[in-house]
């Protein structure tokens, strides 16, 4: 009797690696997902936190696909292992701060460590030759099986046809002709593919599922990065860059103040860990102070949080301030103009 | 007298860390524990669910009082 193969499927949670996994279960091979959580993963935070996503479904989407097709999904705490992708990108950023060659081979490099520990034959992924102009081209897949070590186990079905066989092609684990040969940033093959398998759902179509890809997010992490005395970070740190508006006022602390009642909900679960800035005379939403703010600061910062509030036109605000020790004190400040509000204090 | 076998509280964890929290609590239990996760990310009264439907575990209930949502799951073979 044949061996059934097993197969580690990397999810996204998008249609691609959806497609690649469904193309394996259809060559009568056993597949589980993996999903890889670095931190930097766009879905699901933000829509827990805005008030203006509270009304999407929430959903984890790479668990969604995967009870979609009928696989079990393994998620990966990867936050710490993947800082040295993030600090030290071996090829580089893309455009922002995205180091997604390193952040592929990272990735497959986990999934061949699950693969060893578990007993699976390969890797799929649904990764598209030249769909992505750093990470998906011809010359960067051979060093993404390079260096995740992977090699030969790595299988990418929606562009096999057009890349050389690898070990399941040859052993005969996986029939080649079934596979496929897309390529290009066009999506129609795989929508149509999509419909041949009556998968008439799926999520971010052309991507985009990391904060590191995105320019204002590349910016507040920059400019967290040059005002530490390090690179390294917390999981904390890298969340509350997707929270807020940031205004650096001085090179010692920056505000975090929240923009909806989603996020001063989310920012009060951090109240005890920063100085804070509440409005108690009005509604207003709650401000962090992410660094050390000298007293003689205090002031300036209370009227910048009573402009954020709906106390921008009252004639005076009630601000409390608690400092990280937990010692209080209220001021009573008139909201700052926004003539005072200086463009570049905006991180 | 509702059993429960062990508690989690996934609570101000964002989402996808309370269904990895819940993952690796659940492979450290024998099959027919019922373990209860406290959560407040309001995608974990969807996710842990979901995450149990695909391993196989039975909810038993998955539901939310105020900010703060309650998934008790039985481990299942």
């Known amino acids: 009797m044949k061996t059934q193969r097993k197969v580690v499927a990397l999810i996204s949670g998008g249609l691609d690696s959806m497609l690649a996994a469904r193309i394996m279960l259809g060559q009568n091979l056993h597949v589980e997902g993996l999903n890889i959580f670095t931190g930097f993963c766009v879905q699901g935070h933000t829509h827990a936190i805005r008030n203006e996503h509270r009304k999407k479904q929430k959903r984890n989407d790479a668990l969604w696909v995967a009870e979609k097709i009928g696989i079990k999904l393994h998620i990966i705490d990867a936050i710490e292992a993947y800082k040295d992708v993030v600090l030290n990108p071996k090829h580089g950023y893309g455009a922002n701060l995205n180091p997604c060659l390193d952040c592929k081979g990272f990735m497959v490099g986990k999934a061949r460590d699950w693969m060893e520990q578990n007993g699976f034959d390969f890797i799929v992924t649904g990764e598209v030759l030249g769909q992505r102009p750093k990470s998906q081209k011809r010359s960067t897949f051979p060093v993404v099986a390079r260096e995740s070590g992977a090699f030969d186990r790595l299988l990418r079905p929606l562009s096999a046809q057009l890349l050389p066989p690898t070990l399941p092609e040859r052993a005969g684990w996986v029939d080649r002709e079934k596979l496929f040969k897309f390529s290009g940033r066009s999506r129609r093959g795989q929508i149509e593919l999509a419909n041949d398998f009556g998968i008439t759902e799926f999520s971010q179509p052309a991507g985009g599922c990391c904060f590191l890809t995105d320019t204002a997010y590349s910016r507040k992490l920059q400019d967290f990065w040059d005002h530490r005395p390090d690179r390294d970070y917390e999981l904390d740190d890298i969340m509350l860059l997707k929270v807020g508006r940031h205004l650096r006022l001085t090179d010692s602390w920056k505000l975090i103040i929240a923009r909806d009642s989603g996020e001063t909900h989310y920012l009060n679960g951090y109240r005890s860990k920063f100085a804070h800035f509440a409005i108690t005379s009005h509604s207003g939403p709650v401000t962090l102070v992410d660094g050390d703010i000298p007293d003689a600061d205090v002031e300036m910062a209370a009227r910048v949080v009573a402009r954020f509030g709906s106390t921008r036109d009252a004639e005076s605000v009630d601000v409390c301030f608690t400092r990280s020790d937990g010692s209080q004190h209220t001021l009573t400040v008139l909201p700052m103009l926004p003539s005072e509000i200086s463009e570049p204090w905006y991180v | ?77």
Do not use: F, Y
Not at chain 2, 3 to 8: A, E, K, Y
Not at chain 2, 34 to 42: G, S
């Open chain 2, 1 to 77: 007298m509702v059993r429960v076998d062990q508690t989690l509280d996934a609570r101000n964890l964002i989402c996808p860390m309370p269904v990895i929290r819940t993952q690796e609590r659940v492979a450290m239990l024998d099959t027919g524990q019922i373990l209860e996760v406290h959560c407040t990310d309001p995608g974990a009264i969807v996710d842990i669910p979901a995450w149990c439907r695909v391993h196989g575990h039975k909810v038993l209930i998955a539901e939310t009082h105020g900010d703060e949502s309650i998934v008790r799951l039985e481990v299942c073979d």
